[in-house]
């Protein structure tokens, strides 16, 4: 397209000489877009957790208080006894103990330490993980067993899914709202640079300059306010995400995130998509009423 | 060049703007429109300009049906026109080599083209040394000739100037006509909107006079003195209208070919020189 660089310069004229607009757009388009990042970002984590816990063969079995360390371990020989089971690694109460206190902090254990609540374990493995539903069937039939308290991985891992999903749900609800939100207000602030500029495209079309050729600086304008919302979206949500991710990782040791680094680049590129797009629709809902008036109906006289 | 047929205008607040206009004006005309404000000047600028479209009739812009024209050619008929404005419309904060040139980017033409054009164009109205003033350093009369200029920079085929003088200093506006005379004497065709009679008078061209929406005489050269005080808002006009109506009546294809047959510049009747009133003058 001939112009086509003065049209861009055009573009970042308009979103520097309506700076304040500008920024409350790019503030709002942010966190429309933090908030979508934060919420892929949760259930990216929430599937690689079921999947990890769907993979691993590890069952916790609890033992019924008041069996005695000794007889403990016979309860093991009968798990061990049972059709697929590869191994039941006696974990005791202590170790278990030790385990929470290392995690948890000092404070709260050392005053109950005298009367430990947990239960002695077996840590089961199991050969085949299709069999797992009968396999701890068997397992809840041995005396000594806590029936209620296996801990069964796949309620676990089902629980951790209904939470992912309940939390896209949610989410999609907040961004399409923060959606509606940002294009509201950044089609409003290229409406604002349009009327301030309302002589100048008067003057464009009475000249002939195409309907194209007018609306342009105007997509620029909306564009640079997106990819720049981007920019910095990707910033905060990386400073959020590895905040988060400290915190979590220091709490416990079973899980890790899934570094940003590996994310970086898509965040990046879904943000700079997500956010151009956004500034392009508000510029061009905000200019179609323009394009349809002619003359001195612009300028409003 | 650009041919009206029985045109009428009603806008939808009821206005009768223009009535039943029928004429044409061709390649390389001078002409003056004149008439009392609210008489219709606007409503045939504006028909002209494609900014408004007629509800009954006709207009031919270079051979092109208007009626027939889609939305996104509009730009490209409006090329063929530049518009002088009573108000200027100078972009403030641009200097006056960037007003000129603003109607070039408009219409995506590129910088080197720019930089050669705008310097020649601000020369032929006179305002070369200017070209880095802001408009509000000029006079009404300098800014109009920048107005010119930027009009002039596309190369256009017919100027259209509404009201040019009408902020201009009187001393100033025979320049202003003077210049426009100019540059319709390098083949552009001259459109001038105005009530100034007396300027009318000065500079021998075509009248076209509009009251309440009809065409109510149209005088070529040496034929312009006003009309009749006593004829005003009659209906009989029809004197100095009729012979021109019997060229109107064509058929389409004889429109929008060759004109040269039609040379009706010559045989207008003279009119008696005398006092003359203008509908401006009666309100």
Redesign the interface.
Known sequence: MKGFGYLVKEGFKNVWSNRIMSIASICVLISCLVLTGAAALFSLNVSKLVEEVGESNETIVYIQPGYSQLEAVYVGKEIEKVDNVASAKFYSKEEAFEQYRKTLGDSLFSRIEDRNPLPDSFIVVMHDLSKYEETVAKIQQIEGVDKDSILNRKDFADKLTRISNLVTIISIGVVAALLIISLFIIANTIRATMYSRRFEISIMKSVGATNSFVRMPFLVEGMIIGLISAIIATGVLALVYQGVGMVVENAQSLFSFIPYTDLLPYVAVAFAVFGVFVGFCGGFLSIRKYLKMEGNEILGW | MIEFQNVSKTYPNGTHALHDVSLRIDKGEFVFIVGASGAGKSTFL?LI?H??TPTSGEIIINGNKLSKLKR?DV?????H???VFQDF?L?EKMTVFDNVA??M???????ATIKKRVPYVLDLVGLKDKMKNKPSELSGGEQQRVSLA?ALV?NPEIIVADEPTGNVDPELSHEIIELLNEINSMGTTVLVVTHEHELVREFNQRVIAIDKGHVISDNHRRGYSGYESENFGDEDYSLSYSEYEEDMDLTDDELTDDYSGYAYDDDEPDYPDGVVVMPDDQA
């Not at chain 2, 730009?75 to 090329?79: H, M, S």
């Not at chain 2, 980017?105 to 910088?111: D, I, L, Q």
């Open positions: 504006k300009m900014e408004e996104r730009p490209y008929l409006r090329r026109m530049g518009i419309r972009i603003f109607a980017r408009a219409v995506g033409e590129n910088t930027r596309n």
